[in-house]
């Protein structure tokens, strides 16, 4: 299986928030997609949404950006 990977980190808000809503959205149930983010507002903004909508995820901070880790669950 071939790895989803969102990369975010040329990217701030507004526009990092509607990419990453857009890639999310698509997953089917069940299916992961990992975000890369260097923006911590960005990072936050992101969180809040996924906060609201059936996702599950976890976030890494690596040396330079954050990668969160999302999978889509049943709403």
Do not use: Y
């Amino acid at each position: 299986m071939e790895l989803n990977i969102l990369d975010l980190r040329q990217e701030r808000c507004p526009l990092a928030l509607l990419l990453a809503k857009r890639h999310t959205n698509q997953l089917q149930v069940g299916e992961k997609c990992c975000i890369l983010i260097r923006d911590p507002n960005s990072m936050r903004d992101i969180k809040k949404f996924l906060q609201k909508q059936p996702f599950e995820f976890s976030q890494e901070e690596m040396d330079d950006h954050f990668c969160m880790h999302v999978t889509k669950e049943l709403c």
